[in-house]
């Protein structure tokens, strides 16, 4: 506000400015509204071309859309307030989809698993944002929402790292596309409470869309690489690798997936997700339990197209899983190493 210096004129002015300054931050409200309500709707058919279908149908070992049939995904219904330097996110989930991000498994509350995220903030300068709550993942190239994410079927990378963390974090811009992050959290995967009395301790260093993640939860550590690169105009490259050791001989996994993705036109784009995952140790992912030694290893490449008709997403996929373990079945009901599927999916965003 301007400061009326001369008292002569100060009694002319002032009724006509108050007034002046009361319309402008009206129309400030009514310009920017601080309650977001958005969200989204998917749904798929899937089925196996080289294994059974129906009670017997099997699925590669990573996480969502592995149902059999017309099949559903989930609704995420998203609010949200923004203040000027607090705010608040919350974000339920409610479908197969969302009950495996929450692992169905609420320790406390009767509805927990639809809690996909649910945390406040507080913008405490214009270069740091402390968040508490509820927060999906800062590890990985890949998101539970099938909106945010090119694929519809999801990564073995994806599928066992962390889905969500609840704890303190604190985010800071350093400028010059510079920016880092620090959290102390509960174990990772309990969401609800913490119920051990254990913490888990995240960092992120990123730099112009690259990012280096670390998490250590009860005595397991993970190093997390996500990144991309526009090569042209229409193609982009994304890429993650991440490794991830269990102290005690608790098992480990190592794993890369690039993600070119080509830009044909304004409403459709096709992508591939190449990938290899490897665990050891028992670690379970793949069905090492047919090895040994607790080792094994799978390749898989999931071809992807997206249409985009309006707010509507159509994705037809294609997906070939090569184990180095005969952790799948053939269409004789044989244990085999392969598997391919196809799968078409709807995703309405709001």
Partial sequence: ??????????????????ALISMGLLAQEEEKPKFNFSGTAD??????????NGEEAIAPG?????LDGFALGMA??????EGETVGFVADLVFGPRGTDATFASPMYSATGDIVNQLYVYWNVSESM????????????YEVISPAANFNYSTSYLFSYGPF????????????NDWSAMLAVMNPTDLTELNGTGDYAVGAQLGYSGQFLNFLYSQGGFEVDYTGGFDLTEELFLGINAAHFSQEDNGGTFTGLALYPQYKTSETFSVGLR????????????????FDADGDASVFALTFTGSATIGDLILKPEIRLDSASEDVFLDNDRDPTASLASVLIAAIYSF
């Fill in 1 to 18: 506000m301007k400061k009326i210096t001369n008292a002569n004129y100060a009694k002319k002015v002032a009724f006509p400015a108050l």
């Fill in 43 to 52: 749904v798929y058919y899937r089925s196996n071309i080289t294994a059974p």
């Fill in 62 to 66: 990573s996480s969502f859309a592995n």
């Fill in 76 to 81: 995420n219904l998203i609010g949200t307030y």
């Fill in 129 to 140: 944002t402390l968040t508490f709550g509820n927060f999906n993942t800062f590890l990985g």
């Fill in 164 to 175: 969500s963390h609840t704890g303190l974090k604190a985010d800071v811009d350093l400028g």
């Fill in 274 to 289: 190449a990938e290899y995952f490897m665990e050891g140790d028992f670690f379970g992912a793949i069905g090492n339990q």
